[in-house]
């Protein structure tokens, strides 16, 4: 007898039957697996907004140092290689007058109101005028030593990233590779972090900083006036609307000072003795009875006077 | 035709499953399984780098502002000495860049034990160099940067971000010197004064001039470490010895220190008169005749050493000048006091003749405001001009000089104090070396020499080699890019504190910088008198001592002790209660290289993890941030 | 006929069965744990990010401190006539009746970088004059600054003076009650040294609210804060060494008032009590997620702003407490964010909109 069609057709049905279950399970399990990576990697990605915001507001403070710099250093004339010309701030220490300026002399500013700094931050493979990272230059011994526990600071330092001949015959054979450096970025620096000021007064600039890759452009405009090299950075205007979307931009308005903080404490003679003009020791071994110094504050480049986050973007900046 | 029964049998045995059917099932399900058993907990560790990342956002934030915000006095510290290897002035522990402001107890950055750090991998290896380069890899201390005494603050919640390490990726550029061991200017005095005196110890013939007498009639209760006059010495002008002291053939006494003790109306008197001797003596006075106002420019024009005697000139008069407000009836002084010349015992003949000299208030003010004005006018414009104190009123960034080490010429060398061991630091360098070199005078604790002295009990040179580095190779101000100062933390996440001898391993190698060593003094009786010379004070010293000192152990019973026994007691702690750190002995010096471990989750019992020592764990890489390293100190507001 | 199952083939069948829905069943609970731990990981996560995130924007904007746009919630912005809160426009709480002093406006000027060059910013004090142990041998700076036009300053001082410098001793003094201590500090250029000739009390000598010490160890309503042998004038760095000077945050009215006048000791001399003290004045604290499910983390987020050993330290935390595990876990942190002077620039007088707290063009 043959059997009739309908169980023909069970029969092949039934024959891939736990086939078309596990697969079906597995098609689930592979559902609510993809679901859940979908979800937590949603949420890496918003930890990864927060890294930026971060990075953002790291190159807040990369920006307040860098005038704090720039209002002394980086003005150094090469014509002058045994004098080293030097800033006197933002706001003219000597007059006045809106610096930087090295000498007396108005017209010699150079970065006058208006002016915009545009500074994307990667590292180099070495910078210039690199000095090694080794963090103990002068190790204390430990017990196996003789000197064990004897602070001897027996060697130089700092010492330069590249080698100068120490502890051999010291000489400038490598000087030229110490002042060049390596200017190639380092990969995993790179599209990362800028800042950007622009002096609006004697002492105030507009901070903008970024945790992204757009190098601190404000706009695709702005890359293509710059001419083809900048579009060559990004290739083209999708990719740099992309970058700038994806970083998070952050502005503040700031205000540098010459004004440092000071160094009263324990300068004069402040105990109860009569002659208050005394210094106190600049070495504390040679200080009576307290065993104190001098405070020793430095700072050779300024303060910032005030920070104020701006609540958007600035029409300028 | 009908099936065959063997047909019908063939048609009934395919209805059961087949192995091979129940095989591919298996397997289809034990992948499915095995795949999800994967993936979900990569989702979990997915959300915890994800929670990494949040505390690696936070600790970079904080690490960044501690950077820059952080105070940079030590008001505890010995910085001048006579060779730079003498005091820890001008090394590592006082640089300006990240790691090494931060790696103190106070600032929250601890070196993670060497033994810990190299059982670590990463992503490329790349822990494992950074310590190859020397450099460390750093752990945090919960709630360290609130700048609180840390045994006010109660024990934290378990932190997690502990679990964090990190480094500093990429090098820094040579940063400006801190200090000038030989004489760490800026000195600093209040505008108006007497000549600059103070606090030493009584050394003649060693860090004083053998004919430097101590200044007689200050409060004796100092004894061996009492006041000295500096100026004269250290500013180059003797004449100003007759501002601060001197006297007339009758033996009446004048100056500064005559109105010190005597207080009256004469003795004010006095020390006018030997301010206008003074006056006379550096050939100026009759522009100063009846001012009411003060000058704003220089009297005349004077050259570079002009302009210090006008400084110093208005600075004494004005001072003593004050003093005639405390005394004279305003009626009297509004009309004005008669000061007649005079002349002292010992004193050179003035550049002009002295006259007499009539002063009123008005007089008195404008004095006042002059000495200001010329005062503030030197120290803006002569940063490497360190014969004129700079003046305490308004202290600004240009009282500081841009100094660095040269790294490509010969070192300077001696040896270690009481010790035959050989030392070498480099030779400074200014940006303005020429000026620097012809106004630097000397140093305040060891006034008996010259900077640079030759003397060969003080070997600040190399035998007769040049003291200054080549001033071609001063790189501080050179026009830069902000990029060239850019590092990177770089943070991952490990659990160190899994392995038994987490609290038990010694501290990383502590440099001999963070030690508060003394610079050399006539009584010390060996290299261990200068490590015990001074207090340790960690409401004071900043730069100094093991990082890891609050959380150290004092006691070698530690490692014996009983996991999760109370190690209270042996916890070095702040100093206030206990210094267990200084000194020469075994245990003061094991204590200060954290030879016994730490507690390092600051929980106050000794902790072991269940990881064996010989077993490695491996870091996952969190997270990078860029940031700006600077090359000069100081505190961002 | 129909074959059914032989017996071997059902057991066969079953035992397979078994272990695929067993091993389906292990999976499936694994799974099921791994996601309910994930997520919850994810939702602390979340709460976290949340808290950091409105940590920062606290640290930013100052809201919680002072909220721009609800005078309800504007707890530091009144005063008493002569002491003012840290929010208060210096319209109301820095406009002196002598408009004019050394012939320059006796106000703020928002604009005005005080340049190192111009001799009104000078300290003109004697900065070697104790403040309770002076006899005045070095003679009466009193004549040359002053907070007053014409001090007394008595028979020892030879009667009335006329001082040439009032301005910069009557800036800070208006600063002082217009901003408090904090405040103060703040607005302060970095060199500045805390002390003024003249007070409520004598005209001759450093003010005593400025500069007169108190013993060590204790917490006081002065800005000078060590002992007996500290009374010279001082920078930030030793004013705010032991004793430091905070925002605060939880206080409203005279009790504000005061906690705007008074340091907090948490520097060598302190203890467990005082960081608490700290943190009920200083630390503003509130819930991240209001309206929260039961099974979620509680979420706070704090911050703090105060001044010690002179950095200005912007402090935030993000606390949680778990619902399942009972564990307590904070992150804090500091940041570089918005100074007082800055969040008082990004609000506007309410006396002038086209004018910030501070007098100057409002640009937020």
Redesign the interface.
């Known amino acids: 007898m043959i059997a009739p069609r309908w169980s023909r057709t069970a029969r092949a049905t039934r024959d891939g039957t736990v086939l078309i279950l596990v697969a079906g399970v597995a098609a689930i399990l592979a559902a609510l697996a993809i679901a859940f990576l979908g979800r937590m990697r949603e949420d890496a990605a918003e930890s990864r907004m927060i890294t930026r915001e971060a990075q953002a507001r790291i190159m807040l403070v990369a920006a307040c140092s860098y005038l704090r710099e720039a209002s002394r250093l980086g003005y150094d004339d090469p014509a002058t290689p045994t004098v080293h010309e030097e800033a006197f701030g933002w706001v003219d220490v000597r007059d006045g007058t809106d610096g930087p300026k090295t000498r007396e002399d108005a017209s010699s500013n150079a970065f006058p109101v208006g002016s915009v700094a545009r500074c994307p931050m990667h590292l180099w493979t070495r910078t210039r005028f690199a000095i090694s990272t080794a963090a103990c230059a002068n190790p204390i011994a430990d017990e196996s030593s003789p000197d064990f526990g004897r602070p001897y600071l027996r060697n130089p330092d700092p010492r330069p990233a590249v080698d100068n001949g120490w502890p051999g015959s010291v000489d400038a054979a490598r000087w030229d590779d110490f002042a060049r450096g390596d200017p190639r970025p380092r990969p995993t620096s790179v599209g990362m972090a800028w800042f950007r000021v622009k002096r609006i007064a004697s002492s105030r600039f507009v901070v903008a900083c970024g945790g992204g890759g757009t190098e601190g452009w404000r706009d695709w405009n702005e890359v293509a006036a710059a001419g083809p090299d900048a579009i060559a950075r990004f290739g083209h205007r999708e990719v740099f609307d992309a970058l700038r979307d994806d970083e998070p931009r952050l502005w503040y308005r700031v205000e540098w000072s010459p004004a440092v903080s000071d160094n009263m404490y324990q300068l004069l003679e402040n105990r109860i003795h009569i002659d208050h003009y005394a210094w106190r020791a600049f070495n504390a071994s040679q200080d009576f009875g307290d065993g104190r110094s001098q405070a020793m504050n430095r700072n050779p480049v300024g303060t910032i006077r005030w920070i104020q986050r701006l609540a958007g973007e600035p029409a300028d900046w | 035709m009908v099936a065959g029964s063997g047909a019908r049998s063939g048609h009934a045995a395919k209805r059961g499953f087949t192995l091979f059917e129940i095989a591919v099932s298996l397997a289809i399900a034990a992948t499915a399984v095995t795949s999800v058993m994967l993936v979900f907990p990569a989702g979990m560790k997915s959300q915890t780098m994800a929670r990494y990342q949040i505390y690696a956002a936070a600790k970079a934030l904080e690490l960044v502002d501690g950077y820059t915000a952080f105070h940079t006095a030590n008001p505890a510290m010995d910085s001048e000495a006579p060779a730079p290897w003498m005091v820890s002035s001008t090394y590592g522990n006082l640089a300006p860049d990240l790691e090494h402001r931060l790696a103190s107890f106070r600032f929250g950055l601890f070196p993670l034990p060497i033994d810990l750090a190299r059982r670590i991998d990463s992503d490329g290896d790349e822990i494992q160099r950074i310590l190859d380069d020397g450099a460390y890899l750093y752990y945090s201390q919960p709630l360290a940067t609130t700048g609180f005494k840390e045994t006010a603050v109660g024990a934290a919640p378990p932190n997690e971000a502990q679990r964090l390490v990190f480094a500093v990726v990429g090098h820094a550029q040579q940063n400006a010197l801190t200090h000038f061991p030989w004489k760490n200017w800026p000195y600093y005095v209040p505008y108006p004064s007497p000549p600059a005196h103070g606090h030493g110890a009584n050394e003649p013939g060693y860090s004083k001039p053998a004919n430097r007498t101590p200044v007689a009639g200050m409060p004796s209760a100092f004894r061996a470490r009492t006041v000295f006059l500096w100026e004269d010495l250290g500013c180059e002008d003797p004449d100003m010895r007759f501002v601060f002291d001197a006297a007339d053939d009758t033996g009446t006494a004048y100056g500064y220190r005559d109105h010190l003790k005597t207080h009256d109306r004469a003795s004010a008197e006095r020390y006018c008169r030997a301010a206008l001797w003074y006056l006379a003596r550096k050939g100026f006075g009759a522009e100063l005749d009846g001012i009411t106002a003060g000058l704003t420019d220089w009297v005349g024009a004077p050259d570079q050493a002009g302009r210090r005697d006008q400084v110093r000139a208005m600075r004494f008069l004005a001072h003593a000048a004050s003093c005639l407000t405390a005394y004279v009836p305003r009626g009297e002084l509004d009309a004005g006091v008669a000061l007649a010349p005079v002349a002292f015992v010992g004193a050179p003949a003035t550049a002009i003749a002295m006259r007499n000299v009539v002063i009123t208030s008005a007089n008195i003010a404008a004095y006042h405001d002059t000495c200001l004005d010329f005062a503030m006018r030197f120290a803006s414009r002569h940063p490497y001009d360190w014969l004129v104190p700079r003046p305490l009123n308004r202290q600004t960034m240009m009282d500081f000089p841009l100094l660095q080490w040269d790294l490509f010429t010969a070192p300077l060398s001696g040896t270690i104090p009481h010790t035959a061991i050989r030392a070498e630091q480099w030779r400074p360098i200014a940006a303005d070396t020429d000026t620097l070199s012809r106004s630097i005078g000397r140093g305040f604790q060891f006034m008996n020499l010259d900077v640079p002295s030759t003397d060969p009990a003080w070997p600040s040179g190399a035998g007769g080699a040049p003291f200054w580095g080549d001033p071609s190779r001063f790189t501080l101000a050179e026009p830069f890019a902000p990029s060239e100062r850019c590092r990177q933390l770089v943070f991952w996440a490990v659990d160190w504190q899994a392995w038994e001898d987490f609290e038990t391993a010694p501290s990383a190698p502590v440099d001999a910088g963070r030690y508060p060593l003394s610079a050399p003094f006539l009584a010390a009786t060996g290299f261990a008198s200068l490590m015990e010379r001074f207090r340790f004070m960690d409401w004071q010293q900043f730069g100094y001592r093991n990082p890891e000192k609050t959380l150290a152990f004092t006691n070698p019973s530690v490692a014996t002790a009983a996991t999760g026994s109370d190690v209270a007691a042996f916890i070095a702690g702040n100093d206030n209660v206990a210094v267990h750190d200084r000194g020469a002995t075994p245990v003061a010096m094991s204590v200060f290289s954290g030879r016994w471990g730490a507690d390092r989750n600051a929980n106050k019992r000794l902790d072991r993890g269940p990881v064996p020592r010989s077993q490695r764990l491996r870091a996952s890489t969190v997270g990078r941030f860029n940031y700006y390293d600077l090359r000069v100190m100081g505190e961002i507001r | 006929?129909?074959?059914a199952?032989s017996l071997i083939?059902t057991c066969i069948?079953i035992a397979?069965g078994s272990?695929?829905a067993g091993?389906?069943l292990?999976?499936l609970r694994?799974?099921s744990s791994?996601?309910a731990?994930?997520n919850r990981?994810?939702t602390?996560?979340?709460c976290?990010?949340a808290g950091?995130?409105a940590a920062?924007d606290e640290a930013?904007?100052w809201q919680a401190v002072d909220r721009a746009d609800d005078p309800t919630r504007q707890r530091l912005r009144g005063g008493d006539g002569v002491r003012w809160l840290p929010f208060a426009p210096f319209s109301l709480s820095f406009a002196p009746t002598e408009s004019q002093i050394d012939g320059l406006p006796n106000r703020w000027t928002p604009?005005d970088?005080?340049?190192?060059?111009?001799?009104r910013?000078?300290?003109?004090g004697?900065?070697?004059?104790?403040t309770m142990?002076t006899?005045?041998?070095?003679?009466?700076?009193e004549?040359?600054t002053h907070l007053e036009a014409a001090p007394d300053l008595g028979p020892?001082?030879?009667?009335?003076?006329s001082p040439?410098h009032r301005w910069l001793f009557n800036q800070m003094e208006g600063l002082k009650n217009a901003l408090g201590y904090y405040g103060l500090c703040?607005y302060l250029?970095?060199?500045?040294?805390y002390a003024v000739y003249g007070d409520r009390d004598s005209a001759v000598g450093w003010s005593h609210e400025w500069s007169a010490p108190t013993p060590q160890g204790i917490e006081n309503n002065y800005l000078s804060q060590r002992g007996?042998?500290?009374?010279?004038?001082?920078?930030?760095?030793?004013l705010t060494?032991y004793h430091?000077f905070a925002l605060p945050v939880n206080a409203s009215g005279a009790a504000a008032l005061a906690e705007t006048r008074h340091g907090l000791l948490?520097?060598?001399?302190?203890?467990?009590a005082?960081?608490a003290a700290?943190e009920t004045h200083a630390r503003w604290t509130e819930r991240t997620l209001a309206l929260r499910p039961a099974h979620w983390p509680d979420v706070r987020m704090s911050v703090a702003r105060y001044v010690?050993?002179?950095?200005?330290?912007t402090?935030?935390a993000v606390?949680w407490l778990s619902p399942v595990t009972g564990?307590?876990?904070?992150?804090?942190?500091?940041?570089?964010?918005?100074?007082?002077?800055?969040?008082r620039?990004?609000r506007v007088d309410p006396g002038d909109p086209s004018r910030d707290l501070d007098g100057g063009t409002y640009?937020?």
Do not use: K
């Open positions: 006929m129909r074959r199952f083939e069948a397979l272990v695929i091993a389906a292990a999976c694994a799974a791994a996601i731990s994930a990981l994810a602390e996560n979340s976290m990010r950091f995130t920062l930013d904007f604009t970088p005080w340049p190192a060059h111009d001799p910013y000078w300290f003109r004697n900065l070697a004059e104790h142990s006899d005045n041998r070095w003679g009466y700076y004549n040359f020892g001082g030879s009667g009335i003076a040439r703040e250029p970095a060199n500045a040294l007996a042998d500290c009374d010279l004038p001082r920078g930030d760095y030793v060494m430091l948490t520097g060598r001399d302190s203890n467990s005082h960081v700290f010690a050993h002179g950095r200005f330290t402090q935030c606390r564990d307590a876990v904070e992150l804090s942190f500091t940041t570089l964010a918005t100074s007082l002077r800055g969040a620039q990004q640009q937020p």
